[in-house]
């Protein structure tokens, strides 16, 4: 049996801000129809990576290929290329959540995207507020829509850095489905989380980082139960 292509590849990627080493070596391969969680705690380098892939943030070292474009060389095709909720901001000042649709839409040159943003919408429960300003959102609304935007378009590559944070469960069974619907349709999909019960439940895969390093690579069925959680925390001490 072939294997599907690599979607996603780092290299021994590295990250320096200053005398600050963020990303510190790592490898992973995300192939296409895939989902990969990025687990750790804080300041372990998930948001950081994250950046990088989604051609925001450049590497100091090492090669990063997204959707078959060098993040190094071709930063600008890699942003076109992927879907990328960020673990904070994103979202357009005193705008609604229909007119940030609308402007991807438009920025992408889409046609024929009003059926896919109302169901995205009630999916995500946010229908009865997609004309309303997104400055009086709470922060899980605001998780929700920034997260709707990523998938919107369809992306070979999907980021969700931390989608989860401070998401009702409504949200976060949303959030499932879109990373379902997107490796079902063959985009890999990389997800980054310090929620190891969510990351079991949304992707196959996980990448456990700590300290900037990679320290397992393993199946989300790995990390289940009581057995999982044992495990999990060992890897992070």
């Not at 049996?1 to 992973?28: C, Q, T, Y």
């Not at 890699?78 to 673990?87: I, L, T």
């Amino acid at each position: 049996m072939i294997a599907p292509p690599a979607a996603v590849l780092a290299d021994d990627l590295h990250v320096r801000f200053g005398d600050v080493h963020a990303v510190a070596g790592v490898s992973l391969v995300a192939p296409a129809g895939s989902s990969t969680a990025l687990l750790g705690r804080n300041g372990a380098g998930k948001s950081t990576t994250m950046r990088v892939l989604a051609g925001v943030v450049p590497p100091t070292e090492g090669t990063v290929h997204v959707a078959g474009l060098d993040v190094a060389q071709d930063p600008l095709g890699v942003k076109r290329a992927v879907g990328y909720c960020p673990d904070v901001g994103g979202l357009v000042p005193r705008a609604t959540p229909w007119e940030h649709i609308q402007l991807a839409a438009t920025l992408r040159r889409m046609t024929g995207w009003e059926d896919r943003a109302n169901h995205l919408l009630e999916l995500f429960e946010l229908a009865g507020v997609a004309h309303r300003l997104t400055t009086g959102f709470s922060h899980g609304m605001g998780r929700r829509l920034s997260v709707l935007l990523a998938a919107f378009h369809e992306p070979d590559v999907l980021l969700l850095d931390e989608p989860f944070d401070g998401v009702d469960p409504t949200g976060v069974e949303a959030t499932f489905e879109v990373v379902r619907e997107a490796s079902e349709r063959g985009a890999a999909v990389l997800l980054s989380t310090h929620l190891r019960e969510l990351a079991v439940e949304a992707c196959t895969t996980a990448l456990v980082l700590r300290g900037g390093a990679r320290v397992a690579d393993m199946e989300t069925y790995d990390l289940k139960g009581e057995e999982g959680a044992r495990a999990y925390r060992a890897l992070l001490d």
